[in-house]
């Protein structure tokens, strides 16, 4: 049965709007753990955007659930999860003016630099994932290095102006994550992913984990985490 990992960078959005101290995303991730959700990410940038240092090493402590920091990969940021030590490591692409990570790793184009972070945090004990476009290429470039997981990118699916196109970024999808499998990597996906679109990728069997963040928060402010959170457990889990 899939999981469901939550993504509460938007807490800290709404926090750093106001240089506050509020909301802390941190009292949210107990929040999510409570719901019932199976794991919490942040994503740490280099900008320090919206998560910042303190939120990493808080939520190491206290959170119980599997927790997934996602990251460039850059020497800053693998040396700040060598010592947090995170349960998992996303690597994703970052750029400094994008409002929010805009397509997969290339991890062809970037294999030296992914394989020296992938390396150095399997040497601490930490899992890497490799957030990619689901294309064969980039799937077998990131088996080769020696990352455990992928994380497919499903924006261009949740982005589609027809329900035709979104039917031909499915079969990607699907595609992807089959081979991935056969690749002997563990599958995740997301980006993009809502309650309006998640039914048709959860039913791709191979996808074991599903990281969703904007969508789950945004349907908080109306209605409470822990509704949000139960609510995209539901459709994950009843296809």
Do not use: W
């Amino acid at each position: 049965m899939a999981y469901l990992s939550v993504n509460i960078d938007y807490v800290a959005v709404i926090r750093q709007a106001r240089k506050t101290v509020e909301p802390d995303p941190v009292f949210a991730a107990g929040m999510v753990e409570l719901a019932g959700a199976h794991g919490i990410t942040a994503h740490l940038r280099e900008d320090r955007r919206h998560i910042v240092d303190r939120d990493i090493r808080l939520l190491r402590e206290v959170v119980r659930l599997p927790f997934n920091l996602e990251m460039a990969a850059t020497d800053e940021m693998v040396g700040i999860a060598s010592e947090i030590r995170p349960d998992l490591v996303t690597l994703v692409p970052e750029k400094r003016q994008e409002i929010t990570t805009e397509g997969g790793l290339d991890v062809i184009a970037n294999r030296e630099r992914v394989k020296a972070a992938v390396d150095t945090l399997q040497a601490r004990g930490i899992a890497v994932s490799l957030f990619i476009d689901p294309y064969p290429k980039q799937i077998e470039a990131s088996r080769e290095i020696g990352a455990q997981c992928v994380e497919l990118h499903t924006g261009e699916y949740a982005n589609a102006n027809t329900p035709e196109d979104a039917r031909k970024h499915l079969e990607v999808l699907e595609r992807g994550a089959r081979f991935a499998e056969e690749c002997r990597l563990e599958v995740h996906a997301g980006h993009g992913l809502t309650y309006k679109n998640i039914t048709p990728v959860s039913r791709i069997r191979e996808i074991k984990g599903f990281y969703i963040g904007h969508s789950i928060m945004a349907r908080a402010v109306y209605v409470g985490i822990d509704r949000a959170v139960k609510d995209m457990i539901h459709l994950i889990h009843n296809q």
